[in-house]
T-cell receptor, first 115, second 111 residues
Framework: DAGVTQSPTHLIKTRGQQVTLRCSPKSGHDTVSWYQQALGQGPQFIFQ???????QRGNFPDRFSGHQFPNYSSELNVNALLLGDSALYLC??????????????FGPGTRLTVL | SQQGEEDPQALSIQEGENATMNCSYKTSINNLQWYRQNSGRGLVHLIL?????REKHSGRLRVTLDTSKKSSSLLITASRAADTASYFC???????????FGSGTRLQVQP
């Protein structure tokens, strides 16, 4: 049973460029969340996708956008990259939110470096 | 902004000793979860404790939750060098789909 997978593992971009990160959720999960983790900090919530729609969004600008496909996989797109976008981007999957149980399973992350 | 705060920020102990990390949060929760992260890699889920639970065990891990004080603690007993990692608490709040993470405790276990 495959866990959450992310690609690529590492990515180097220059300021102003655009990047797309990909995530495949754990088998049986239909909800995908994206987090940004700066060096030495805890993860910060970017947004969550369920039924191919963005369900909730954190405090991130519109340069950050996403998509969820019918097979539940997801993409995170970041436009007009800034140096401050350098971080580890984590994808987490979970079953559809039910009651008070919201356990999220994380992938290994994509390390993005913006030069 | 990060709501949870872990204490201490860093902890160094000898193998075999116990390690205790604390987490505080500000608003009501559905549950609180602890995660582990090795050297900037992905997060590994350790344990989840619901708001109506006070204590939970999993192997060498013991988690307590005090909702009146809005705090939780993670105890790792008989630590091993392999326990060296960063540990994060994450809170799940009513009406929110996101987990809110603290800034983490960096644990170093000396062999």
């Amino acid at each position: 049973d495959a866990g959450v997978t992310q690609s690529p593992t590492h990515l180097i971009k220059t300021r102003g460029q655009q990047v797309t990160l990909r995530c495949s959720p754990k088998s049986g999960h239909d909800t995908v969340s994206w987090y940004q983790q700066a060096l030495g900090q805890g993860p910060q919530f970017i947004f969550q996708y369920y039924e191919e729609e963005e369900r909730q969004r954190g405090n991130f600008p519109d340069r950050f956008s996403g998509h969820q496909f019918p097979n539940y996989s997801s993409e995170l797109n970041v436009n007009a990259l800034l140096l401050g976008d350098s971080a580890l981007y984590l994808c987490a999957s979970s079953p559809a939110p039910r009651g008070s149980y919201n356990e999220q399973f994380f992938g290994p992350g994509t390390r993005l470096t913006v030069l | 902004s990060q709501q949870g705060e872990e204490d201490p920020q860093a902890l160094s102990i000898q193998e075999g000793e116990n390690a205790t990390m604390n987490c505080s949060y500000k608003t009501s929760i559905n549950n609180l979860q602890w995660y582990r992260q090795n050297s900037g890699r992905g997060l590994v889920h350790l344990i989840l404790i619901r708001s109506n639970e006070r204590e939970k065990h999993s192997g060498r891990l013991r988690v307590t939750l005090d909702t009146s004080k809005k705090s939780s603690s993670l105890l790792i007993t008989a630590s091993r060098a392999a326990d060296t990692a960063s540990y994060f608490c994450a809170t799940d709040h009513p009406g929110r789909r996101a987990l809110t993470f603290g800034s983490g405790t960096r644990l170093q276990v000396q062999p």
